[in-house]
């Protein structure tokens, strides 16, 4: 068992409790029995709670001072849900946990804050971040006891970006992706981490040789220095964190 846990590319170390609360958090979970997909939707809501982070309650405004959220969650086992332009949801993760079940994987605004209604989800003003956001997105990915990797993120976007703008989170391969005995989530700027596909080349790298260390490397190579960028990673036998910037980060294994 193991989960990897971040708390945002470009955010300060001083939210670092933040994040090893979260992962003890999804670590006692994992120990007590709870599958993959719990665990790492539960670590995120943590950190939607925090609102240091960017996400859920500190979620960055847009150009008009409102706030929009994008989360995903997905599994090894093929499932994917996905919310994006989400609005007065404090949790936007669990929403796209409930996703996953469906036959469909991404809802978008109103459709998204319709359906988190109509499956019980009660709205709530989320008033975000008054600062200019300069950490980025949170996320965990988390193994279980039965090998099963899951992959969660959630993020309130770029702070000044427009309304209805979507970033990478929710963008399978390049936000996220998890595959046979992999998991992978991104942070930093989205336009630049969904251009490159960068989660799905980076276990390419994996499927063909590379250590998970090295691969996470390999991905942040393709980006210059002022493009903020981080990773986190598991496979079936190492969890790793990487970032061109200050990221918060931490690791859970047995
Ligand atoms: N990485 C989050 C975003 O760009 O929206």
Redesign the pocket.
Same mark, same amino acid.
């Given at each position: 068992m193991r989960i990897v846990v971040h708390g945002g590319a470009g955010h300060t170390g001083e939210v670092q409790d933040g994040v090893e609360t979260a992962a003890d958090v999804g670590w006692k979970l994992l120990d007590e029995g709870a599958d993959a997909i719990s665990a790492a939707v539960a670590t995120v809501v943590v950190l939607e709670d925090d609102s240091r982070f960017n996400a859920g309650t500190g979620a960055c405004r847009r150009t008009d001072g409102s706030v929009q959220t =994008?989360a995903a969650v997905a599994c090894n086992d093929g499932r994917l849900g996905t919310v994006a332009a989400l609005e007065d949801i404090a949790n936007p993760v669990q929403v796209a946990r409930l996703v996953m079940d469906e036959d469909f994987d991404a809802l978008a605004g109103k459709g998204a804050l319709d359906y988190a209604r109509s499956r019980g989800i009660t709205p709530a003003m989320v008033a975000g971040s008054e600062k200019p956001w300069a950490g =980025?997105?949170v996320g965990a990915v988390a193994q279980d006891a039965s090998g099963a990797i899951a992959v969660a993120s959630s993020?309130g976007?770029?702070s000044g970006r427009p309304v209805g703008r979507v970033?990478?989170?929710p963008h399978w391969g390049g936000?996220l992706w998890t595959d046979a005995g992999i998991g992978i989530a991104?942070?930093?700027?989205?336009?630049a981490?969904s251009r490159r596909l960068l989660c799905f080349r980076v276990a390419q790298q994996v499927a063909d040789g590379l250590s998970l260390a090295e691969a996470l490397e390999w991905g942040l190579a393709l980006y210059p220095a002022d493009v903020c960028i981080g990773l986190i990673a598991l496979s079936d036998s190492e969890g790793a964190g990487a970032s061109n910037a200050s990221m918060p980060w931490a690791l859970r294994q047995d």
């Open positions: =994008d =980025d997105t993020t976007g770029v970033g990478d989170t936000g991104a942070t930093g700027i989205g336009e981490i």
